[in-house]
């Protein structure tokens, strides 16, 4: 896919809209996301048959997202919150284009660098180097681009020494650090990510956060975490999801303290 392509991509059920004028870069409206969760399973066909009869599903349905509406503005670091199970992931997967919405909108204006789940995009059996082109490819970037950026993902993820060897033979931590790297050096628009940064070691942990601290402005960013340490030092607002709902809006530290708030 060229770089024109991807330089404006939109998912939607409803019909496309152009992008708001206020230097706005994702815009998400009236966004529903369930899943069916298998149930009992039928002994047998004749089972399967009654249950059909009587009207039993095999399957209950989980509304995961319920109606969500917010904006990201360009250059704006953006922190989502909320327990385990209340839907954080399920929105990251589908600004991803990993799911598609039941309902609802999501436009985005830009180029976005998904960095969601270790592993995914990876194949073990080949090289740290081939992981490195393997994952640029199905970011959309060509070989050519790839080149550009391949010395300063190694330097990043401080592999220099690894990158001949297969993916299989490196640690959890050697893996998030080249999985993070490339998401942050592959120059996209927008870079979302999930909280598997947990896995690297305190070092590494410091040097994402400094890098964190030097975007002022340049780079969207929306990170959904459980450190409300992350949330006051490094985001310019944050959201709250309860039950897949948006519960809470507005300045860091009072999202976080919404958030604190769950507990008591």
């Known amino acids: 896919m060229s770089k024109d392509k991807r330089s404006k991509s939109k998912n939607s059920t409803k019909s496309a809209k152009p992008a708001p004028s206020r230097g706005v870069a994702i815009k998400i409206t009236d966004l529903h996301k369930s899943f069916r969760l298998p149930t009992e399973r039928a002994a047998g066909l004749k089972q399967a048959i009654f249950n059909r009869l009587k009207g039993i599903k095999g399957y209950t349905e989980h509304q995961v997202l319920r109606g969500v509406t917010f904006e990201v503005k360009k250059g704006e670091f953006l922190g989502i919150v909320g327990r385990n199970g209340s839907g954080k992931s399920t929105l990251l997967k589908l600004l991803a284009g990993i799911y598609h919405p039941e309902q ?84 996209g628009d927008i870079l979302i990510l999930d909280e598997v940064l947990a896995v690297g070691d305190a070092e ?36 709250l999801i309860e039950e897949g709902r948006i519960a809470a809006e507005g300045r860091p530290e009072d999202v976080a303290k919404a958030y604190e708030g769950l507990w008591k």
Not at 226 to 236: A, G, L
């Open 204 to 239: 590494f942990q410091q040097k994402c956060n400094d890098y964190f601290a030097s975007l002022h402005g340049n780079q969207t960013v929306i990170l959904v975490t459980h450190s409300m340490d992350n949330v006051r030092q490094f985001c310019d607002r944050a959201i």
């Open 104 to 187: 609802g909108s999501i436009e985005i204006d830009g180029t976005l660098v998904p960095f969601i789940e270790l592993g995914v995009g990876f194949n073990p059996e080949l090289t740290g180097r081939e992981n490195v082109y393997l994952n640029g490819a199905l970011l959309g970037f060509s070989n050519k681009e790839m080149d550009a950026m391949y010395d300063e993902i190694v330097h990043f993820a401080e592999l220099e020494s690894f990158m001949d060897a297969k993916l299989k033979n490196y640690s959890s931590g050697m893996q998030v650090r080249l999985a993070f790297s490339i998401a942050i050096r592959a120059r």
